[in-house]
């Protein structure tokens, strides 16, 4: 499951950030998760569910927050809709994915015990 590598990668970002804080344990995190990033969100959260065990996380709550993919055109900029024919009305050209595709660790709270 790629979710689950993912979630791992994730762990150890905030095990590190946590680190710089000793004693504290990871409250809350905030993940942003574009449209097009190829992660199933259930997946994600389900993996993340089995390996903060034992991790710093532990007793962490995670809120994801899902990115709608956005397009533009990269000749005019003009923005086009995700649905339609991904391609400039104007110029023909193709769309680029401007935002959509991140998976961003957003936030971390920690708590100090
Ligand atoms: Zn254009």
Redesign the pocket.
Known sequence: MHEYSLVLSLLEHVAAQAAAHPGASVRRVEVRIGEQAGVVVEQFATAFELARRDTVAAEAELVLERVPARWA?P??A?EIPSGDRLA?P??G?PAHLVAGDELYLMRLELEVT
Do not use: E, I, Q, S
């Open positions: 055109c000749g005019c003009r400039c104007d110029c050209d």
